[in-house]
């Protein structure tokens, strides 16, 4: 029986151009070694003298197209190529910060800060679990949204990746093989998941801040395109959206509530803060010359505005400050904004507080060498953080009061403003 359609050209060959029986059958390695016989009598001629039993018929007739293996998407190298970039524009801005740096500070004080102490104290001393759901705190529910929405991504990523793609034959219908919302949930799902792991540890509604806004992203890709998903995910991609929208139109309507309660206007607080509730003690601090009023005017605390108005009063500039708390054995946080209020440097190097440093016996050792050496006039003792407690290494006690003893030895109290005492170091006998 003949063929009734005429075999693919690519797949079967016409006959050799010499004459041959007209009873003989072209065999398979003559059929296609001659590339002469173009015109459409020989390739006729050729599909009506093939039999069933031809083995070029038999594969162009029955086999469907080749399908090659799922390999390397092109945009997985145009992206590679892309971070390339990326990571060079980065050098090119942080290289001269970073030898700036080097040129007048040492190099180790810096590793310690953010590689060594990092590594081995931070998880330990600033750790949180997961907080719970409940009506009155429906807002962190958005703390759990970033992790369902690039699991979604992520399978959407790798159904890309596994799914089979024609063989070079086939026309190209596009320059890549990977459609735009596959790369862009690429590149926003590793967003998510780096800016999310960088909250992990103190995790909280505000360290995932930076995580929100690309898992939102990533939520409009998906909900867009749901309809190439299976019915479960298109399930979880809805259910994400809608909760996104209600964690944040509750996280609003509370902050709302708290703005209307006190009378005062988000736009106002921006504009023209000292005249929004709750009022700074003095009338006048806005108007003074410091750090904190040089622009947009950075409200302080009553205690704060008093201390800083003191120690303006009672140093100089070239005066140096201690800024600690009443008791150096437990430490949760310390108050910096001082120092930058009053523009005086720290009398120590020590002056930012973390849970396993100041309530070391070495680091305590240091900061009372420090503290013979530059002899600060005052210091200040903050006891505001005295009631924080957290399930980690910060509410916990070293023992270690050696601070306190020199302190206690070395200067008498003078003044104090609510939760701050004043104390002027005694005079060398």
Same mark, same amino acid.
């Given at each position: 029986?003949?063929?009734?359609?005429?075999?693919?050209?690519?797949?079967?060959?016409?006959?050799?151009?010499?004459?041959?029986?007209?009873?003989?059958?072209?065999?398979?390695?003559? &059929?296609?070694?001659?590339?002469?016989?173009?015109?459409?009598?020989?390739?006729?001629?050729?599909?009506?003298?093939?039999?069933?039993?031809?083995?070029?018929?038999?594969? %162009?007739?029955? %086999?469907?197209?080749?399908?090659?293996?799922?390999?390397?998407?092109?945009?997985?190298?145009?992206?590679?190529?892309?971070?390339?970039?990326?990571?060079?524009?980065?050098?090119?801005?942080?290289?001269?910060?970073?030898?700036?740096?080097? #040129? /007048?500070?040492? !190099?180790?004080?810096?590793?310690?800060?953010?590689?060594?102490?990092?590594?081995?104290?931070?998880?330990?001393?600033?750790?949180?679990?997961?907080?719970?759901?409940?009506?009155?705190?429906?807002?962190? !529910?958005?703390?759990?949204?970033?992790?369902?929405? /690039?699991?979604?991504?992520?399978?959407?990523?790798?159904?890309?990746?596994?799914?089979?793609?024609?063989?070079?034959?086939?026309?190209?219908?596009?320059?890549?093989?990977?459609?735009?919302?596959?790369?862009?949930?690429?590149?926003? #799902?590793?967003?998510?998941?780096?800016?999310?792991?960088?909250?992990?540890?103190?995790?909280?509604?505000?360290? /995932?801040?930076?995580? !929100?806004?690309?898992?939102?992203?990533?939520?409009?890709?998906?909900?867009?395109?749901?309809?190439?998903?299976?019915?479960?995910?298109?399930?979880?991609?809805?259910?994400?959206?809608?909760?996104?929208?209600?964690?944040?139109?509750?996280?609003?309507?509370?902050?709302?509530?708290?703005?209307?309660?006190?009378?005062?206007?988000?736009?106002?607080?921006?504009?023209?803060?000292?005249?929004?509730?709750?009022?700074?003690?003095?009338?006048?601090?806005?108007?003074?010359?410091?750090?904190?009023?040089?622009?947009?005017?950075?409200?302080?605390?009553?205690?704060?505005?008093?201390?800083?108005?003191?120690?303006?009063?009672?140093?100089?500039?070239?005066?140096?400050?201690?800024?600690?708390?009443?008791?150096?054995?437990?430490?949760?946080?310390?108050?910096?904004?001082?120092?930058?209020?009053?523009?005086?440097?720290?009398?120590?190097?020590?002056?930012?507080?973390?849970?396993?440093?100041?309530?070391?016996?070495?680091?305590?050792?240091?900061?009372?060498?420090?503290?013979?050496?530059?002899?600060?006039?005052?210091?200040?003792?903050?006891?505001?953080?005295? &009631?924080?407690?957290?399930?980690?290494?910060?509410?916990?006690?070293?023992?270690?009061?050696? !601070?306190?003893?020199?302190?206690?030895?070395?200067?008498?109290?003078?003044?104090?403003?609510?939760?701050?005492?004043?104390?002027?170091?005694?005079? /060398?006998?």
């Amino acid at each position: 029986m003949r063929s009734r359609s005429p075999p693919s050209p690519s797949l079967v060959c016409g006959p050799p151009c010499s004459s041959h029986h007209p009873a003989a059958p072209p065999s398979p390695s003559t &059929a296609c070694c001659s590339q002469a016989c173009s015109t459409a009598s020989s390739l006729s001629s050729a599909t009506t003298s093939a039999s069933p039993s031809s083995p070029s018929t038999a594969l %162009s007739s029955s %086999s469907p197209p080749p399908v090659s293996p799922p390999g390397l998407p092109s945009f997985v190298r145009q992206s590679s190529r892309a971070f390339g970039l990326y990571l060079l524009g980065f050098l090119v801005a942080f290289l001269p910060s970073a030898l700036a740096f080097l #040129a /007048v500070a040492p !190099l180790h004080p810096f590793l310690y800060d953010i590689v060594l102490f990092q590594a081995k104290y931070y998880r330990l001393g600033r750790r949180l679990p997961f907080p719970p759901v409940h009506l009155r705190t429906f807002e962190n !529910l958005a703390i759990y949204l970033p992790i369902l929405i /690039v699991l979604l991504s992520a399978g959407a990523i790798v159904r890309s990746l596994r799914a089979p793609r024609p063989s070079p034959p086939a026309p190209p219908v596009a320059e890549t093989d990977t459609p735009d919302w596959i790369a862009f949930l690429t590149a926003f #799902a590793l967003l998510a998941a780096v800016m999310y792991l960088k909250g992990l540890v103190r995790i909280s509604l505000i360290h /995932v801040y930076l995580a !929100l806004l690309p898992s939102l992203l990533l939520a409009a890709v998906l909900f867009e395109h749901r309809s190439s998903f299976r019915l479960p995910a298109r399930t979880l991609i809805t259910s994400a959206v809608v909760l996104s929208v209600l964690t944040a139109t509750w996280a609003s309507i509370q902050e709302a509530r708290l703005i209307r309660g006190q009378r005062s206007s988000v736009l106002m607080w921006l504009l023209s803060p000292s005249t929004q509730s709750p009022h700074p003690p003095q009338a006048n601090w806005c108007t003074l010359r410091n750090p904190l009023t040089l622009g947009p005017c950075f409200l302080l605390d009553p205690d704060h505005i008093d201390t800083v108005e003191f120690l303006a009063a009672h140093t100089t500039s070239a005066d140096t400050l201690y800024l600690g708390v009443p008791h150096h054995d437990r430490i949760f946080a310390n108050d910096n904004a001082t120092y930058f209020a009053t523009q005086r440097l720290p009398s120590t190097m020590w002056s930012h507080f973390d849970p396993g440093l100041q309530n070391r016996a070495d680091i305590q050792q240091e900061i009372i060498r420090e503290l013979d050496l530059r002899a600060p006039p005052y210091i200040a003792l903050d006891s505001e953080f005295e &009631a924080a407690h957290e399930p980690n290494d910060s509410s916990r006690s070293t023992g270690v009061h050696l !601070l306190d003893q020199h302190i206690e030895r070395n200067y008498q109290l003078v003044q104090t403003f609510g939760e701050i005492s004043l104390w002027r170091r005694r005079p /060398v006998r």
